[in-house]
Every structure is written in structure tokens, then in C-alpha cells.
């Protein structure tokens, strides 16, 4: 994700407040007793929203929905996942304030704390327009479709040592490891959280994983908590390659600036969601249920693939961030990181540490 400010903004800085301007009226195709729904929740007249999601790329969305029920106030705070995770158990444990709904990238975590039972189940009223995969149990759903990306430094990478397979990767870092030793950067995965995921799902589909674990050891890959400082690193040169970046905010950032190529992968492509749930033990339970169905609807997801650049979960919307494109462009290559008891597997203690351990061992990070 993008530079995250160490505390979590409010928005007083990027939120936008609504007052009441005019009746909220029932989305066209929801059941008429959706209306309840909505004057419970402008009666509530706020929510509280945790997320690991830029604030810059939310603004649209929050935008629009503050047109679609302008009574209600928007708390929206912007951390990193690992942050969103851990604030949201403490003040839980403490049984004070805390969010309404946590959207976040690290699908693990929120499938952690849903399987707790921090979950509410809602069947949002756009359940049937998503892909099964992105529906857990109607307590969490998928929200994005947002590919991973290598991004490289247009200047100082030739086009022939852009590699369009994990295996050309591998290659080009053992054949000249010279050129890229400490230029290589990708996720600290001890400290975030959706790095950590990334890796291990990598595990799950690349047989030469380990391979590649060492050839980003014998260049001493360099190591980050934000998707905003690899950027910044591989524009100005100091890097040349990142690995398994979030392929939106890549996008975004080559939109302006000339330094950033970015590729997706032919031979398999991860994709994330990022996964957004309701606090069972939410204050604004209504005003909650109004966010989960306009994120899945298509106004809300076409607003998410042209304005806010995240990918569009849905078949159904047009734009060049879509699962649509991302389809016609790579096909079967994408896997998309499902939501499932799965993405449970390395956050037992015992099992994340010894991946740790493996991790560090083969790519040299003592």
C-alpha cells in the first residue's frame, strides 16, 4: 500500500463529513424493505471505517456515497494492514470504540478475525453479482481484483531484461546479479501483513519458489512496509525491480511518472481483494450494511475501476481496471487468492514462525 502515516487519519484530513441534504432513497433492484435499512441507518448518522486502503483511492467512493445518503458522517481511518489488525483486537479486548467495518488488503487477517467471530453476517443485497469465490459464509466479501505486479525502473531496465514469467525473474537475478544486488525491493514480510500473504501463497504455486527466495538473497534484496517507498525507490533508481507489488497502485503511480513500467506475470498472476467485513458488535450496524452493498454494487464498483484505480470484482462493469480486462489480457494466469479456511494455514504461531525462519535462511535475511 501506499506511505501510511503512522497514525490512523480521521477524516478531518481526507474524510468528508455529510449533513442531511436530501432523503436517501432504495437503490433500483433491492428489496422494498431495504428502506428500512436506510432510515435506521441515517438515523445512526455516522460510520466507522478501518482500512488499509489509500485514502486518495477511497475519496471517490466516499464521495459518492455521501450523494447516495448524505446524512450520514464518514469516520475514515487509513493505516497499514498489520496496524488495521492490530488496533481493531486491542481496543475490541478493551470493549471500547472502535470500527464499524474493516476493509482491508491482508485477506489472511480478515479471514482470521472473521472466523473469530468479530464477523456480523449480512447478505448484501449484490451477493449475487460477485464471484463465489469473493463470499465467505456472507460475513466476508471480496471487494477488488487487484493483480500483483514486477515494477521496474523504465530507465535503467533494458526492455529485454523485463521478465514476463516468475521463471525469467529467476533467471535475470542469477545471470546478472551483479547489476541488480541491492537493487531488488520487495515487502517486509515480518511487518506486512499482506507481504507476508503474498509470499506464502507464491509457495502454493510456483514449484522453483525457493529458488527464487535465494537468487533475491545472493542480490540482497531490499525490504519494505509500504507500497509508496518501493515506488518512490525504483523512480528515482536507487532500486530497479519490485516484486510482488499491489498492481492498482503501481498503475497509478506509472500513470504520471515516466520512470515506472509495470508487469503482470504470463506464467501465473496473483490477485488480491481486499476484504471488507462488519464488526458484529458495530454502533452503526445499518450504516454499515449501506457501505458493504454500494462497495459491491456496480455504481460503486464502476467507481472503483475508473476513478479509484482498485480493479472491478464484477463481470458486469466497463473500464480498464477490470476483471474483465485483466481476463482478455492473461487469462488463466490470473489466481486469484480466495477466500477460504486456507489463507488461515501460516498465521498459526508455530507454522508462521517456521516460515520465518525458512524465508530468512534462503534469502538471506538474518
Not at 219 to 234: F, K, Y
Not at 293 to 319: C, F, M, P
Amino acid at each position: 500500500m501506499l506511505i501510511k502515516k503512522p497514525i490512523a487519519i480521521a477524516l478531518a484530513a481526507f474524510s468528508l463529513s455529510f449533513t442531511l441534504q436530501a432523503s436517501a432513497q432504495v437503490p433500483p433492484g433491492y428489496s422494498p424493505d431495504y428502506a428500512k435499512i436506510v432510515e435506521a441507518a441515517k438515523k445512526e448518522g455516522k460510520l466507522v471505517i478501518y482500512s488499509a486502503t489509500d485514502s486518495k483511492a477511497v475519496e471517490p467512493l466516499l464521495k459518492d456515497f455521501g450523494t447516495m445518503y448524505p446524512s450520514i458522517k464518514i469516520e475514515f481511518n487509513d493505516m497499514n494492514s498489520t496496524e488495521v489488525y492490530n488496533r481493531f483486537i486491542s481496543e475490541a479486548a478493551a470493549g471500547g470504540a472502535t470500527a464499524d467495518v474493516l476493509w482491508s488488503s491482508a485477506m489472511d487477517l480478515q479471514f482470521k478475525l472473521v472466523s473469530e467471530g468479530y464477523g456480523a453476517t449480512y447478505k448484501s443485497q449484490e451477493t449475487a453479482a460477485i464471484p463465489a469465490w469473493a463470499n465467505y459464509k456472507d460475513s466476508a466479501y471480496g471487494t477488488t481484483f487487484e493483480p500483483l505486479a514486477i515494477v521496474y525502473n523504465k530507465r535503467l531496465v533494458n526492455a529485454d531484461e523485463v521478465p514476463a514469467t516468475h521463471a525469467d525473474l529467476l533467471k535475470l537475478l542469477n545471470t546478472k546479479t551483479d547489476k541488480f544486488r541491492n537493487k531488488v525491493t520487495s515487502y517486509d514480510i515480518e511487518k506486512s501483513g499482506v507481504g507476508f500473504l503474498f509470499i506464502t501463497e507464491d509457495t502454493q504455486v510456483n514449484p522453483q519458489f525457493w529458488d527464487l527466495a535465494k537468487a533475491f538473497g545472493d542480490v540482497a534484496m531490499r525490504v519494505q512496509s509500504s507500497t509508496g517507498t518501493m515506488l518512490e525507490r525504483i523512480s528515482s533508481g536507487e532500486n530497479l525491480i519490485g516484486y510482488n507489488v499491489i498492481g492498482s497502485y503501481a498503475q497509478s503511480r506509472a500513470a504520471k511518472d515516466p520512470s515506472i513500467g509495470v508487469v503482470f506475470t504470463k506464467d501465473y498472476n496473483l490477485v488480491l481483494s481486499r476484504v471488507v467485513f462488519i464488526n458484529k458488535s458495530a454502533r452503526n450496524m445499518n450504516a454499515s450494511k449501506l457501505w458493504i452493498d454500494y462497495l459491491l454494487s456496480k455504481r460503486g464498483q464502476t467507481i472503483i475501476a475508473n476513478e479509484s484505480q482498485l480493479y472491478s470484482l464484477r463481470s458486469d462493469v466497463s473500464g480498464t481496471s477490470t476483471l474483465a480486462s485483466l481476463t482478455t489480457q492473461l487469462g488463466g494466469a490470473l489466481k486469484p487468492i480466495a477466500l477460504t479456511p486456507a489463507l488461515l494455514q501460516y498465521l498459526d504461531q508455530g507454522k508462521r514462525l517456521a516460515f520465518l525462519k525458512q524465508w530468512k535462511e534462503a534469502a538471506g535475511k538474518k
